[in-house]
């Protein structure tokens, strides 16, 4: 078999992301009481070793796939690219071609994804997307399970996007083509999406639409999701907060939901600009869930990378 690498959603498939959602469920279910450090029952990775490589700083990503690798019986190494020779000009081919005879798999997060396409050329390894400029698979999965344990069902549903077009909404993008739900998404002039996903979820049959109202994109959602208008290491900070304020979620905008929506964050949150506290501490805010599901996602994208879903 091929090595399966994990750069963007559609390097899985429909039927994949299906089978790993209901792999995380089953194996999230079996943990339930369980102390966290546990090895799974069957530790299907016993033996085998995960590289983390971080150009970008992290709490969610670094300690979730360290624990899922732990859960499932096998260890990583967190690697910092300041501490690599990476960081000192080893090239990227040069870094895959060493650690695939050393470790079992890659996972990076960094800025360029041309980065990790690089590394996934070269490497006879599995690599996984940890976060790159232009996606965010790993955290999508979480947020479908997330969706799933909470009674909503994919195909058909409706999901409200509000804020910056960037990483994070291209992989919602990806994953509505792939499990055929709905996404408005609201957000300023000048901050769309790329073209291409909005494009591939449209040829999958999902209704993918642009507005600058809030209210609209807002209206009979499922879920509303939105992101830290911010991100690590991007200038005119103060001139893009300024044109993402009236995309903030808050009480008002929740009200334009269905009564049972959920609202999503990737975090870290800004609590304050891009969500309301209310909103964010509320009964309809799931965040806490999506962080530690996290974890349970991770374990089964590592094993559909192992070639063992």
């Known amino acids: 078999m091929s090595v399966r690498h994990l750069l963007d959603l559609a390097d899985a498939g429909s039927d994949a992301l299906q089978a790993m959602i209901d792999d995380a469920v089953a194996r999230k279910t079996a943990r339930k009481g369980w102390t966290k450090g546990r090895a799974d029952a069957d530790a ?91 996606s965010h698979p790993c955290q999508i999965m ?27 909404l291209h992989s919602v993008l990806e994953a509505a083509g792939l499990m055929g739900f709905n996404v408005r998404y609201g957000v300023p002039e000048g901050y769309e999406p790329e073209e291409e996903f909005v494009e591939f979820a449209r040829s999958r049959g999902s209704t993918v639409t642009m507005t600058r109202d809030a209210a609209e994109a807002a209206q009979g959602a499922d879920v509303l999701v939105t992101d830290t208008w911010v991100s690590m290491g991007q200038d005119m900070a103060h001139d893009k907060i300024n044109a993402m304020k009236p995309f903030q979620i ?9 009564s049972d929506a959920v609202f999503l964050h990737c975090l870290p949150a800004h609590v304050g600009d891009e969500v309301t506290e209310g909103v964010f501490e509320g009964p309809q805010s799931v965040v806490w869930d999506e962080a530690e599901n996290r974890i349970h996602a991770q374990k089964s994208v590592l094993r559909w990378a192992f070639g063992q879903i």
Do not use: Y
Request: net charge negative; aromatic share 2%.
């Open 250 to 258: 808050n009480e008002a905008l929740m009200s334009h939901a269905k």
């Open 142 to 168: 979480a947020d479908l399970l997330t969706l799933v344990e909470h009674g909503k069902t994919l195909k058909g549903m409706e999901l409200a996007w509000l804020g910056d077009g960037n990483n994070v």
């Open 44 to 134: 299907p990775l016993a033996g085998c070793t995960l590289a983390m490589i971080f150009e970008k700083n992290s709490t969610r990503t670094r300690v979730s796939f360290d624990m899922a690798m732990r859960q499932l019986g096998g260890s990583a190494i967190i690697m910092e690219a300041g501490s690599m020779q990476i960081g000192r000009g080893e090239t990227i081919a040069d870094t895959a071609r060493v650690l695939s005879r050393m470790v079992d798999a890659i996972m990076i997060r960094t800025d360029d994804h041309a980065k990790i396409e690089a590394l996934a050329q070269h490497a006879t390894v599995p690599v996984i997307n940890g976060l790159t400029d232009r």
